[in-house]
């Protein structure tokens, strides 16, 4: 056995004086670099101890310390054989078999296992990539400090770069790595000793900052620091800028790890809501804001739990027929405080928690369901139009989910329609179209909603299985306001005709906009001059009379 640069201690824990004895025999014939001490009791020995690592503990059943104290490599010491292999130790030595051979082999093994142990250790608690720690190292770190410090001139930053996923898919995975050492260089030239750095995620950090000499310190460095990291990025030859948003939270004493790592996680969201890269620190009031969003989020999966969420329907009209060929299916929650809510109220956060995806799941069922019941009472087929989230429409389970819902109700998937965003189709263009296509296969349809508010290329939309254009009712309303407005919509339409596609024109309020858009050969519209958006119950006897009569007392 090799000897360390340190000596080894032997930590002696014995009930018989004579193990020493023997020890040191065993120990002079080997001729290493080993030092043996004997105590009483494990606290004795530790208060001798100046560096653990490079220690291992030999002791007798007898004197063998609580298993949270000592966290040493642990040599049992018997007097005779064992059954099996005593539970907790790296090995055992029995007296009658000592010699120095088999004490140096001991040794030996004991201390590669803890070397292996030690690297196992550190692989889990350090980053690959930076060779900072990582969020169980880190988490570890702040544990130590907050005891050792009680409180006292600790504080937490968490920070996470704007946009790295964008600059990532762009860049590629070696891009993305070598931007990510970039920033980590530049956050390490801005701290000093005592202060600690590690990567939580791809791209968030956590420092952990000393500021007990120096209460006003934080705030200094990240006016620094988000300067620095605000600076372009060469890389592969490119300049880059890439965002951050810092939060910074205060310990005070008592303070735990996880309440303060959730203040500065506040504190960087609130700095993320501002342009730039920019600090925030934490205080009470934005505590307080973020406990109501994380009790609106709780009240929003007992809802999904409870089924206080209902659809109502918005009819829309053929322009050639003026009968009803269409309905759009809107959520809303009952809420027993607020009363009836409407999308904008609650879908925002389901997009930002993730139960966007459970919701999409419940409103296609429960629209399934309503166009079964509808066709149950005489009704015609109408197109069932649902909006549909970019983040359900990355799920997975999405086809297979799809596909077992309309099985199970029936339903012709030709009168399914999904409404996607223009904004969504662009996002990821290849992957949308592949789902899109596997979705046409089943027989579904997609329209593309509040269109001309977003980047559309025509090129990409050509070769996406689109049937339907809905114009944006901003664009619908402008049209009285001023005759360019009228020539776009106009645009629009040719357009989208050009392509082969329909066009809906949404927001219709007033009998000029249905003219216009009629005169303009607008296949549809929605709006409030047709209906506004109905319950179930009111939609049936809504479309009783539309049945019977073209809408509006004329055919158009």
């Known amino acids: 056995m090799s000897a360390p640069s340190e000596p080894l201690r032997l930590l002696l824990l014995a009930d018989d004086a004579s193990w020493t004895a023997q020890l040191d025999a065993c120990l002079a014939q080997l001729g290493q ?21 490079q220690a291992l503990l030999l002791s007798t059943p007898a004197c063998l310390p609580a298993a949270d104290d000592s966290q040493l490599p642990l040599i049992l010491l018997l007097e005779s054989e064992p059954d099996e292999a005593p539970p907790g130790v790296c090995d055992w030595l029995v007296r009658g078999n000592l010699t120095p051979d088999a004490l140096r082999r001991c040794l030996r093994y004991a201390r590669e296992r803890q070397q292996m142990q030690d690297a196992l250790q550190l692989l889990a608690e350090q980053d690959a990539l930076t060779g900072i720690a990582n969020r169980q190292g880190f988490q570890t770190l702040l544990a130590a400090r907050l005891a050792e410090s009680e409180g006292r001139g600790v504080t937490l930053g968490h920070l996470d770069l704007d946009n790295f996923r964008h600059a990532n898919d762009a860049l590629g995975y070696q891009g993305g790595d070598s931007l990510i050492l970039q920033v980590v260089a530049r956050i390490k030239a801005e701290l000093q000793n005592g202060d600690q750095l590690a990567r939580l995620g791809s791209d968030e950090f956590a420092l952990l900052l000393d500021t007990r000499r120096d209460p006003q310190r934080a705030e200094r460095l990240a006016t620094r620091l988000t300067a620095a990291l605000a600076e372009p990025y060469w890389v592969e030859g490119e300049s880059l800028l890439v965002g951050c948003s810092l939060g910074l939270a205060h310990a005070r004493v008592g303070s735990t790890a996880d309440p303060l790592m959730w203040h500065a996680h506040i504190a960087m969201q609130q700095a993320k809501s501002q342009q730039g890269c920019t600090f925030h620190i934490y205080d009470e009031r934005v505590n307080r804001s973020a406990r109501n ?28 027929s003026g009968r009803i060929v269409g309905l759009e299916a809107l959520v809303r929650w009952q809420h027993s405080e607020h009363g009836l809510l409407y999308p904008n109220e609650f879908v925002p ?30 009704m015609p087929a109408l ?19 799809l596909r077992r819902l309309i099985d199970e109700r029936g339903v012709d998937a030709q009168w399914l329609e999904f409404e996607l965003t223009e904004t969504a189709v662009m996002r990821r263009s290849d992957q949308v179209q592949q789902t899109m296509l596997a979705l046409a296969r089943l027989g579904v349809r997609f329209s593309l909603d509040d269109f001309g508010t977003g980047f559309s290329s025509f ?14 009712k901003s664009f619908v309303g402008g049209m009285g306001e001023r005759a360019e407005n009228r020539q776009l919509v106009r645009a629009m339409i040719n357009l989208a005709h050009n392509l082969n596609l329909q066009v809906v024109g949404e927001g219709v309020e007033n009998t000029e ?22 319950p179930l119950n009111e939609l049936a006897r809504f479309l009783v009379i539309g049945l019977r009569q073209p809408l509006l007392g004329f055919k158009l």
């Open 349 to 378: 956060l389901a997009e930002e928690s993730g139960l966007i995806v459970p919701l999409g799941y419940w409103v296609i069922s429960r629209a399934l369901r309503d166009m079964q019941w509808l066709r149950g009472l005489g």
């Open 33 to 53: 670099n080993v030092s043996v001490i004997s105590a009483p009791s494990w606290a004795v020995a530790s208060s001798l101890l100046e560096n653990p690592r």
């Open 383 to 401: 197109h069932m139009a649902i909006n549909l989230s970019f983040r359900q429409f990355q799920d997975s389970q999405l086809l297979p989910t």
């Open 459 to 472: 090129v990409h939309l050509n070769n996406l299985p689109i049937t339907l254009l809905k114009i944006d």
């Open 293 to 320: 969003r994380a009790d609106q989020e709780g009240e929003l999966r007992r809802a999904l739990r409870r089924d206080e969420l209902e659809l109502h329907y918005q009819p829309r009209l053929c322009l050639e």
């Open 513 to 534: 906009q249905l003219a216009l858009l009629r005169q303009f050969g607008c296949d549809q519209v929605q709006g409030y001059l047709i209906s506004k958006a109905l």
